[in-house]
């Protein structure tokens, strides 16, 4: 009788048993948060790159060549993030669904070579990855697109938890819509300020909430900047009677002391990574909330 109850009950808990939920990785602090969000609860993404490196030229260690060999998942934001990830994925990640972010035709994507804000809608994929602003996430209208992204491709991939992700992803999409209430009045009262950038990485966060466009110092990748182009946002700072020029922790302080030495602009930070966060389901919401916090608290009137 004992064995014929073990048995059964053997039988029954192999029938319920959920499988094992897919290994998953993603590539930066951002992407990571929203991935947590959606798989709270069922299990935990690794997160490729620290927020305190710089995603565009990094080096993977062995321990992240091997969750990204051992992944079944991988959201990444693509190639004008991450150009050597492709080569990576390619080579460690035979296994893997890489899903390409920026490759969604639901995003609002944004180019540097466009002012942006005129048309938030404008939707040009056509010319190429080089131009993209990959600094998706700063508009939290696409978090919101990228929790659905994530949620479908988790569910389609692990049905036993598809519930799950997608009550986990509306959840998330109610906190994003009342943060966006949030910072939109919270940024009101600097619509009209004029300021300086080290990173040409805000004019999501800067067209989502009508904000002035930033003048940056370096390229959208953030490349050192020569005499002449100092020399030249030293003069800006001047004519458009700069508040702020806001720098990155990873961005060296000279140069921004160099250029608003002698000048009534002030030096401030921003961390459009998560650098100073702890990574995981609560980051992308911290981070939206310091950027404002940053942002107004240098530049209101």
């Known amino acids: 009788m004992r064995t014929t109850f073990l048995a059964?009950?053997?039988?029954?808990?192999?029938?319920?048993?959920?499988?094992?939920p897919p290994r998953v990785v993603a590539d930066v602090a951002p992407i990571h948060s929203l991935v947590a969000q959606v798989m709270q609860g069922v299990a935990e993404p690794t997160l490729l790159v620290p927020a305190r490196n710089s995603p565009h030229g990094y080096a993977l260690k062995v321990s992240q060549a091997r969750a990204?060999?051992?992944?079944?998942?991988?959201?990444?934001?693509?190639?004008?993030?991450?150009?050597?990830?492709?080569?990576?994925?390619d080579t460690l990640g035979n296994n893997a669904q890489a899903v390409e972010l920026l490759e969604s035709e639901d995003l609002a994507l944004l180019h540097y070579e466009e002012a942006g804000h005129?048309?938030?809608?404008?939707?040009?994929?056509h010319h190429g990855h080089d131009s993209i602003d990959p600094h998706i996430w700063l508009d939290p209208v696409n978090a919101r697109t990228l929790l659905t992204i994530i949620a479908d491709t988790l569910a389609a991939r692990d049905a036993e938890n598809?519930?799950?992700?997608?009550?986990?992803?509306?959840?998330?999409?109610?906190?994003?819509?009342?943060?966006?209430e949030e910072t939109t009045a919270a940024t009101a009262?600097?619509?009209?300020?004029?300021?300086?950038?080290?990173?040409?990485?805000?004019?999501?966060?800067?067209?989502?909430?009508?904000?002035?466009?930033?003048?940056?110092?370096?390229?959208?990748?953030?490349?050192?900047?020569?005499?002449?182009?100092?020399?030249?946002?030293?003069?800006?700072a001047?004519?458009?009677?700069?508040?702020c020029l806001f720098a990155e922790k990873q961005f060296g302080s000279r140069t921004v002391q160099s250029i608003i030495r002698g000048t009534d602009t002030v030096e401030a930070q921003l961390d459009p990574m998560g650098q100073s966060l702890e990574p995981g389901p609560a980051l992308y919401e911290a981070l939206i909330r310091d950027l404002t916090r940053s942002m107004v608290g240098c530049l209101k009137p």
């Open 8 to 20: 059964l009950a053997a039988t029954l808990f192999a029938s319920t048993a959920y499988a094992d």
């Open 118 to 125: 005129e048309d938030e809608e404008h939707d040009a994929h």
């Open 162 to 180: 598809a519930s799950h992700y997608r009550s986990n992803a509306k959840a998330a999409a109610a906190t994003l819509d009342a943060l966006l």
């Open 238 to 243: 001047t004519d458009i009677d700069a508040r």
């Open 68 to 89: 990204l060999t051992d992944a079944d998942v991988v959201f990444w934001v693509g190639e004008a993030l991450t150009p050597w990830l492709e080569k990576a994925l």
């Open 189 to 236: 009262e600097i619509k009209d300020r004029r300021y300086i950038v080290y990173h040409d990485g805000y004019q999501y966060f800067e067209a989502r909430f009508g904000l002035g466009r930033a003048i940056p110092i370096a390229n959208g990748h953030a490349a050192k900047p020569g005499a002449k182009r100092l020399r030249e946002i030293r003069d800006a």
